[in-house]
């Protein structure tokens, strides 16, 4: 099992990693949200996916 997070407002131990809202009181956790929505990934494979992305864009319009 990973670390627990600790709600801010109950201070109780929350083991579930894809949880937003405290299991006990209901408040939020306080985890940051991607822009893929829960999905977690590093700044690094977010900068990959966009030069990847450009790229094929770039070819797409050179071939056109």
Request: aromatic share 10%.
């Amino acid at each position: 099992m990973s670390n627990p997070v600790y709600c801010q407002n109950c201070g109780k131990p929350i083991y579930d990693e894809d949880a937003l809202l405290c299991l006990y009181c209901g408040e939020e956790i306080g985890r940051p949200v991607g822009v893929l929505g829960k999905m977690r990934y590093s700044a690094h494979g977010l900068v990959f996916a966009v030069v990847i992305l450009l790229v094929v864009i770039l070819f797409l319009l050179w071939v056109l």
